[in-house]
Structures are given as C-alpha cells and as structure tokens.
C-alpha cells in the first residue's frame, strides 16, 4: 500500500471517527466507501473502491454489528440463581426425571402479510402492503415446551390469550399424550421458565394453576425461573423457537392449520422434532384466585430457603 494512500486516508477518516470514552481501541467511522473513495478524488487521488476497503481493514475497520451484552441493571442473587439451575438440571438428567423448558413467541397474525425474511420459490409472492389487524383472520399465540433431555420441542398454536391457563392445559396435553411414556417412573417435573407474563413468579393465580395442575397430573413441579433479563439462557429460546423462526423466514401465515403443517416440519442435524397442535379454548382474564387456595399456600408450595421468589416445588399431594 502506497504511503501517501494511507496518510490521505488516516485524514480523511480522523475527522469522522467517533469512540467509546471508557476503550480508546473502540472506534467506528460513519462514512461508507463510497464516500471515502470521493474523498480521496477530491484530494487527488484516484483509488478504486477494492483498495479503499484493504486500507479499512488495515486500519481495523471491519463492519460489525451492536451487540446487546449490557445489562441495564444488576440482578441481586442472579449468580447464585444460575449455579442453582445448574445443580437442578444435573439432579434431573440423572435421575432421567423430565426438564421442560416453556416460553411463549410473540403473537401472529394469519393472512396473507408480509414476514421477515426470505425463501426459496419460483417466482414474485405479492402479500398485503399494509399489516392492518382488520385484515386478519384471527391471531396465533405459539407457546413452546422443550424436552431438554430427548431434545423434543413441543408447540401449541392458541387463538385467545396467552395466560396461566392456557400455559397449565398446554402442558396436561403434552403430558398425557407425550411425557408420561417418555418418563414412567418420574414423580416430579421441573420446569424452566422467565418470571413474567403467564410464568410470573410473583402472582398468585400462576401457582393456583400451576398447583391444580399438579393434582391433576399426580406429579410434583418444581419451578425454576430464570432472573430478570435472563430469559436469552432458557434452552427453548436457542433450541427451538430459532429452528421455528428460521423455518417461519419469508412466509406468509395464511391461516393455523398452515402454520401447524410448516411447524412439524422443524427439524435440525442434532435430530430434534417438533408436534404442533392447536388450542382454540377460549381464555378468561382478571380471574380471582380461590380465597382456600391463599388460605392453604403454604401447605401446597415449598420455597427454596436461599432464592424462594425464583425456586419452589409445588407438591401434588
């Protein structure tokens, strides 16, 4: 590389380049090379785009993108959580007792609207050029439930809402006609899940729920929830719900029954599968929770004596 070249340059992007005060070695220019290559026209020299790009990446420049690793704030006892999730999974994988892992997708609309990303297909797909609700057909609410141990994911497409409810009968369903071959001699199961939404581990009607399900499974819960801004670990995120995504990419969900079809069709290298059923149950919300129920909390639920918000095993007798 000529030295001239680079002086220019180091001049040229000096005056647009910009830096984290807290790291001198982070830096970053706003120009493209377009503009770099203009510039160095107009001080003199004629200098092909193919050499402006060798003299970024001689300089450090490569085209990133921001990456989100900055928590906005500091978890009390999330250490501590998560050597505590470690201990439980390898407790369970030991004793082949299940390890499921819920979450729920944001919701969808059927129709024929447009959707990130792309696909391989014979020709233009004209989809509406404008996303309006009015236009649907109805909404899918797709929540998941992962078998962390035989690497199953499990997805329910529900049409109401997304509430303890919904997240208590998806997982009866999946027992019953799944799980219980899977797991005969299992007596309790553990389940991974963020602490908001219809997971909250700070609401009452959640573990009444959760506790009816308990009884009616004859089966003992442990809950285990990920700390605020966590929810990235939980393994459904990273193992299921990114297979779903990329084989959701560029198409359209022209109404349930498709999505379900597109969704069983899921599958990756390391063999897992995907069933996908439909949950067209009607949801209430603002529901009370029983005045017994409150009355007998303690008697039905054991917290964890070190992290009782995030760990608590509901018994099913």
């Known amino acids: 590389?000529?030295?001239?070249?680079?002086?220019?340059?180091?001049?040229?992007?000096?005056?647009?380049?910009?830096?984290?005060?807290?790291d001198e070695n982070i830096k970053w220019t706003h120009l493209s090379v377009t503009q770099i290559v203009r510039q160095?026209?107009?001080?003199?020299?004629?200098?092909?785009?193919?050499?402006?790009?060798?003299?970024?990446r001689l300089r450090g420049?490569?085209?990133?993108?921001?990456?989100?690793?900055?928590n906005l704030s500091?978890?009390?006892?999330?250490?501590?959580?998560?050597?505590?999730?470690?201990i439980y999974r390898k407790q369970f994988t030991e004793m082949d007792f299940p390890i499921l892992s819920i979450d729920t997708k944001?919701?969808?609309?059927?129709?024929?609207?447009?959707?990130?990303?792309?696909?391989?297909?014979?020709?233009?797909?004209?989809?509406?050029?404008?996303d309006f609700a009015s236009f649907s057909q109805g909404q899918i609410i797709p929540h998941g439930i992962y078998d962390v141990n035989d690497n199953t994911g499990y997805l329910t497409l529900g049409t109401s809402r997304d509430?303890?409810?919904?997240?208590?009968?998806?997982?009866?369903?999946?027992?019953?006609?799944?799980?219980?071959?899977?797991?005969?001699?299992?007596?309790?199961?553990?389940?991974l899940?963020?602490?908001?939404?219809?997971?909250?581990?700070?609401?009452?009607?959640?573990?009444?729920d959760l506790c009816k399900l308990s009884k009616r499974l004859n089966m003992n819960i442990l809950m285990v929830h990920y700390p605020p801004y966590c929810s990235k670990y939980n393994p459904i995120e990273h193992?299921?719900?990114?297979?779903?995504?990329?084989?959701?990419?560029?198409?359209?969900?022209?109404?349930?029954?498709?999505?379900?079809?597109?969704?069983?069709?899921?599958?990756?290298?390391?063999?897992?599968?995907?069933?996908?059923?439909i949950n067209n149950k009607i949801y209430q919300i603002k529901r009370n929770v029983d005045d017994k129920f409150k009355n007998d909390f303690n008697n039905q639920i054991i917290f964890d004596d070190k992290i009782p918000k995030w760990n608590y095993l509901i018994k099913a007798a």
């Open 1 to 22: 590389m000529h030295p001239e070249w680079l002086t220019t340059f180091d001049k040229i992007v000096e005056s647009s380049t910009a830096g984290l005060p807290q």
């Open 40 to 56: 160095l026209s107009d001080s003199g020299l004629e200098i092909s785009r193919y050499h402006v790009k060798q003299m970024l």
């Open 61 to 70: 420049y490569r085209k990133r993108k921001l990456l989100k690793m900055n």
């Open 74 to 86: 500091q978890t009390e006892q999330r250490n501590e959580q998560f050597e505590k999730i470690m």
């Open 106 to 130: 944001k919701k969808e609309m059927t129709g024929n609207f447009y959707r990130p990303g792309q696909c391989y297909s014979q020709a233009m797909r004209r989809v509406n050029d404008h």
């Open 163 to 191: 509430s303890s409810e919904f997240v208590c009968d998806n997982l009866l369903k999946i027992w019953t006609e799944h799980l219980q071959y899977r797991y005969p001699q299992a007596h309790t199961m553990m389940i």
């Open 193 to 208: 899940c963020d602490g908001g939404g219809s997971n909250a581990c700070s609401h009452y009607i959640v573990k009444q």
């Open 239 to 277: 193992r299921l719900f990114s297979q779903l995504t990329r084989a959701w990419q560029g198409v359209p969900f022209y109404n349930i029954q498709f999505v379900k079809e597109l969704s069983n069709e899921t599958t990756t290298s390391t063999g897992m599968a995907v069933h996908t059923y």
